[in-house]
């Protein structure tokens, strides 16, 4: 597609349940992203992948949260037993990569997530 | 562990004028990217500018550019003859082949 898209952008869920998001990244961008903002907050990485290669989850902030990402292009992020603190905006971005990180982000409107 | 630090939460400018955005950072690594992203209302995050390390020039584009002082690690960007569309938050970020960071962002709010 044209730009990276984020299914849904919003979502009010109530506490303890499980939540999917969604990120469907720009065509031939092999690196994705997810990021959090909270708000008023600067963005939190949560997790990169990089074509077929081990992700790297060191950002990942709980066991409850995770992503994977199927066939190299469309990635979810899961949150499971959600918190009021998981609250946020949840951000993809993908970038193109070719052994250099010179690349900017082309970022998602991504997905409001309201915990109550 | 590297930072990304912006120490205006919020600044202000008039319309047509020159306002200049703050950031500094900390890092042991010698080949990273800099970067300028804008966040508007709508929420879409944009990619304004970028500035490789190794360079010493300043990247420009268009009314948007910066300040790149490698040895104090600072990354200012200055917006010229700004515009009421150049309201948003303004997020400065770090990227190396090991760290991604970015910034608390400054919220830019423009006066007409």
């Known amino acids: 597609g044209a730009g990276v898209s984020q299914s849904p952008s919003n979502k009010v869920t109530e506490k303890g349940k499980d939540v999917e998001l969604r990120c469907d990244p720009i065509?031939?961008?092999?690196?994705l992203y997810w990021y959090r903002q909270s708000l008023g907050q600067g963005l939190e990485f949560l997790i990169y992948?990089?074509?077929?290669?081990?992700?790297?989850k060191s950002g990942l902030p709980s066991d409850r949260f995770s992503a994977e990402r199927t066939g190299g292009s469309v990635s979810t992020l899961t949150i499971q037993r959600t918190q009021q603190e998981d609250s946020a905006v949840y951000l993809c971005?993908?970038?193109?990569?070719?052994?250099?990180?010179?690349?900017?982000?082309?970022f998602g409107s991504g997905t409001r997530l309201t915990v109550v | 562990a590297q930072t990304v630090t912006q120490s205006q939460p919020e600044m202000s400018v008039q319309e047509a004028e020159t306002v200049t955005l703050s950031c500094t950072y900390d890092t042991s690594e010698s080949d990273y990217y800099l970067f300028w992203y804008k966040q508007p209302p709508s929420r879409q995050m944009i990619l304004v500018i970028r500035?490789?390390?190794?360079?010493?020039q300043n990247a420009t584009e268009n009314r948007f550019s910066v300040n790149f002082q490698k040895a104090a690690k600072s990354f200012s960007l200055k917006i010229s003859d700004s515009q009421l569309g150049d309201a948003a938050m303004y997020f400065c970020?770090?990227?190396?082949?090991?760290?991604?960071?970015f910034g608390a962002g400054t919220r830019l709010t423009v006066k007409p």
């Open positions: 970020a770090y990227r190396s082949a090991q760290q991604r960071r």
């Open positions: 971005a993908s970038s193109r990569t070719g052994g250099t990180f010179n690349y900017g982000y082309t």
């Open positions: 500035q490789e390390a190794y360079k010493q």
């Open positions: 065509s031939g961008h092999t690196a």
């Open positions: 992948f990089q074509g077929n290669s081990a992700p790297d």
